[in-house]
């Protein structure tokens, strides 16, 4: 089964405007922390904010916001007033606290956004 | 304070020859992660060391890679005798510890293998 499921392969946004990315998990875990990151084109891999499962409050950071509902076991990021600088591939992933000990980090199979000018 | 610092960022190898892959690691961290995207897929965990002791290799394929992460010097993934299904981009990550820890990744190396 599929621990990290990202369902847009792709998405559109218009600059300014606000997107949500959708990111469901599955663990069985207690304690877990979930991550998105940025992949533009160039290839490189941005760390862009993270949500641990006993964090009473969203994470948020700049334009960025986890909208985090456990019950639902889904982490949508938000990205507000999107810029033509957002255009990326975007992950999410889980990283285990007891199912694996070793925090390796399982991810999901990305969404593609285009933010049109 | 450097990041992640990978090389090559592209290597090309013929079917047969092995491929040598460096990490170092920010400063500070001694925990390092290897994964592995293939084409329009996600990343996918394949080792974790320490300083000198591979912790986790429950991703790595059983034949022909292998890692390291010497006392000195940077982490090595190693490919022998490079297949044409082994072109991805290999990325390391590394972190200050392990359980609550932000992985920071590299930019990654791009191997082609011809």
């Known amino acids: 089964a599929q621990k990290i499921t990202q369902t847009q392969p792709g998405m559109f946004v218009q600059e300014k405007e606000a997107v949500t990315l959708d990111c469901t998990y599955d663990?069985?875990?207690?304690?877990?922390?979930l991550f998105w990151y940025k992949q533009p084109s160039s290839g490189e891999m941005i760390f862009l904010i993270y949500q641990g499962s006993y964090d009473q409050q969203n994470a948020t950071e700049g334009r960025y916001s986890l909208n985090f509902q456990k019950a639902r076991k889904s982490a949508n990021l938000v990205i507000s007033a999107s810029q033509l600088g957002d255009s990326a591939m975007y992950f999410c992933a889980m990283r285990e606290a007891y199912s694996s000990n070793t925090g390796k980090l399982i991810f999901g199979q990305g969404t593609t956004l285009q933010v049109k000018p | 304070n450097a990041g992640v610092m990978q090389n090559p960022r592209h290597l090309v190898r013929r079917r047969g020859q092995e491929a040598r892959l460096r990490c170092s690691p920010m400063?500070?961290?001694?925990?390092v992660y290897w994964y592995r995207q293939l084409p329009e897929e996600g990343l996918k965990f394949m080792v974790y060391?320490?300083?000198?002791?591979?912790?986790?290799e429950s991703g790595m394929p059983k034949e022909r890679f292998s890692a390291e992460f010497p006392k000195e010097g940077p982490s090595i993934l190693r490919i022998q005798q490079v297949v044409r299904g082994d072109s991805a981009a290999y990325f390391c990550?590394?972190?200050?510890?392990?359980?609550?820890?932000?992985?920071?990744f590299g930019p990654g190396t791009r191997l082609l293998v011809l």
């Open positions: 060391l320490q300083k000198e002791n591979i912790i986790d």
């Open positions: 400063k500070g961290h001694s925990h």
């Open positions: 663990t069985s875990d207690p304690s877990y922390g």
């Open positions: 990550a590394s972190s200050p510890g392990v359980r609550q820890e932000t992985q920071y």
